[in-house]
């Protein structure tokens, strides 16, 4: 009786696990849905002048943004559950991501350029003023990517979670959403006299099925082990969405100086190393990054006995 007792209450368990786990999903696809009609009404009404995909795409982001704001209402999660701390600190907790960032990538791609994968552009001629100007820029856009993303992936999502879910678990399903996002896209061209009001839908479909691409596997693996690392800083550390965001912002320009300055050898025997999403992102970042968490458990574990 007692054991059958066990069972019930771990399937309901099990139950309420998987629907919360799934209640993202939800949103962001009622945030899709909306952006697929939105798409519509503005490409009948302006015609082809931006993209009809490019439209669904930017207009869900904006959504996804936008729904922070009431989401931290309706779940009560004030700035510092969010993981902002004080605007001193925070500033501070930045430049500590951004060093913790270099540390982290740098010797990524010291390993690449030493393997042969990562070869100098040589076709490009650079200036002081343009490597300045695009050192700045890249800089620039990487702030606003993880300005946008980690409130709401390190933020939203993982203090949602955690709050039904175990911490562990809310950390890894951020880190699955946060990776599927990145190949959540279709980039089959519909033209303004094409579309209809099922378009969005259909292309839809396409942008799923390339998040279950074979191809991107490799490179999806690695962004899960990229959210999972900074769900962890998150976690371990009060009040320091500041660090993953300065972390979050010099891995991206790492990488995009890098695509600016290098190509990649699609005949060196190690290109397996990095994945087909961006040449970058692959097996080497996974193995690396579990390394550095594996290290930090270890110490963690010295420090307590």
Not at 209 to 222: C, H, I, Q
Request: glycine share 6%; with cysteine; charged share 10%.
């Amino acid at each position: 009786m007692v054991s059958n007792m066990r069972i019930l209450q771990l399937g309901q368990y099990s139950v309420r696990c998987i629907f919360y786990a799934l209640v993202p999903l939800l949103l962001l696809l009622a945030a899709i849905c909306v952006s697929c009609v939105l798409a519509f009404f503005i490409i009948k009404g302006v015609g082809d002048v931006v993209p009809f995909q490019k439209i669904v795409s930017k207009s869900t982001q904006l959504l996804l943004i936008l729904s922070i704001f009431p989401t931290m209402k309706i779940l009560n999660i004030d700035k510092t559950e969010l993981g902002f701390a004080t605007r001193p600190v925070f500033f501070k907790q930045v430049l500590q991501g951004l060093v913790l960032g270099l540390l982290t990538l740098l010797p990524i791609f010291f390993v690449l350029s030493a393997l042969k994968i990562n070869v100098f552009d040589s076709s490009q001629l650079w200036t002081v003023s343009s490597v300045l100007s695009k050192l700045g820029f890249s800089l620039l856009m990487a702030f606003i990517i993880s300005l946008i993303e980690e409130p709401l992936f390190r933020g939203i999502l993982i203090t949602g979670l955690s709050r039904k879910l175990p911490i562990a678990l809310a950390v890894v399903l951020s880190a699955i959403y946060y990776a599927s996002l990145h190949f959540l896209d279709n980039n089959t061209v519909v033209l303004a006299q094409d579309v209809h009001f099922l378009t969005g839908f259909k292309l839809l479909g396409g942008a799923f099925a390339n998040v279950l691409n074979p191809v991107f596997y490799s490179s999806f693996l690695s962004l899960v082990m990229v959210g999972i690392f900074l769900g962890i800083i998150k976690t371990q550390f009060k009040t320091s969405l500041g660090v993953c965001i300065g972390c979050h912002a010099c891995w991206v320009w790492q990488i995009k100086m890098s695509k600016s300055f290098f190509i990649t050898n699609i005949y060196s025997e190690y290109v397996y190393l990095v994945g087909y999403y961006d040449a970058i992102i692959g097996p080497l970042v996974t193995g690396w990054l579990l390394l550095e968490i594996i290290k930090y458990f270890f110490y963690q574990h010295i420090a307590k006995h």
